[in-house]
């Protein structure tokens, strides 16, 4: 079992900032990419960052330059850090984790645990 536990959400008003943390937990041998994603209402989930586990970082354009990606492999966490915000951002924010994960008698991977998301609402 694995569990991803997202934090940090709030109201913040626009050009101020939020940091999300998101910690993974269970059966856990090792985790690969990690990152966050963003759902506003009536639209589609969409990818605002990834970090591998190499920490190669990738970003929606809409966000480069305001918002970091970071990881703590020790504390199985990632955050993502997100300055001057906009009314846009706006959203129910998810993080999803790429895992290689032990039973107890054998080992497997799943590339998409899903966290159970965290508002955050950006005033004018």
């Known amino acids: 079992q694995v569990q991803l536990v997202e934090s940090g959400g709030g109201l913040v008003q626009a050009g101020g900032s939020l940091r999300l943390s998101c910690a993974a937990s269970?059966?856990?041998?090792?985790?690969?990419?990690m990152g966050w994603y963003h759902q506003a209402p009536g639209k589609q989930r969409e990818l605002v960052a990834r970090?591998?586990?190499?920490?190669?970082?990738t970003y929606a354009d809409s966000v480069k330059g305001r918002f970091t990606i970071s990881r703590d492999n020790a504390k199985n966490t990632v955050y993502l850090q997100m300055n001057s915000l906009k009314p846009e951002d706006t959203a129910v924010y998810y993080c999803?984790?790429?895992?290689?994960?032990?039973?107890?008698?054998?080992?497997?991977?799943?590339?998409?645990?899903w966290g159970q998301g965290t508002q955050v609402t950006v005033s004018s």
């Open positions: 999803d984790a790429d895992i290689t994960y032990y039973s107890g008698t054998h080992y497997g991977r799943k590339s998409d645990y």
């Open positions: 269970g059966s856990i041998f090792s985790i690969n990419a």
């Open positions: 970090i591998t586990g190499s920490r190669t970082t």
